[in-house]
Nanobody, 122 residues
């Protein structure tokens, strides 16, 4: 079955950096578009970034563009999210998901990991 395990979260001061990792299994990872999402406390889950199966195509939410970088290592079935110049409003639980990116919209699967908490202090 599909398994997604996120890691790398923590507490960081504004302006700092973190790198999140998502280990995936149970599906053809190298052929699957992956996405990162986040859910601030008390709010809806929101799209952050996506990367195609080959890694050749990426897209970002406007709020993280030019600060976050999504990448993947298909030899390790891992997708990464490098987060730089973090802001307090980036505080959330971060999740990865397997799915598709069509016409600027995420078509995701129903499988989610437990997420990893990112807290940015001001």
């Amino acid at each position: 079955q599909v398994q997604l395990v996120e890691s790398g979260g923590g507490v960081v001061q504004a302006g700092g950096s973190l790198r999140l990792s998502c280990a995936a299994s149970g599906f053809r990872f190298g052929q699957t578009t992956m996405g990162w999402f986040r859910q601030p406390l008390g709010k809806e889950r929101e799209f952050v970034a996506t990367i195609s199966g080959t890694g050749g195509s990426t897209a970002y939410a406007d709020s993280v563009k030019n600060r976050f970088t999504i990448s993947r290592d298909n030899t390790k079935n891992t997708v990464l999210l490098q987060m730089d110049n973090l802001k307090p409003e980036d505080t959330a639980v971060y999740f990865c998901n397997a799915g598709a990116w069509k016409s600027g919209k995420w078509l995701g699967g129903s499988d989610w990991g437990r997420g990893t908490q990112v807290t940015v202090s001001s």
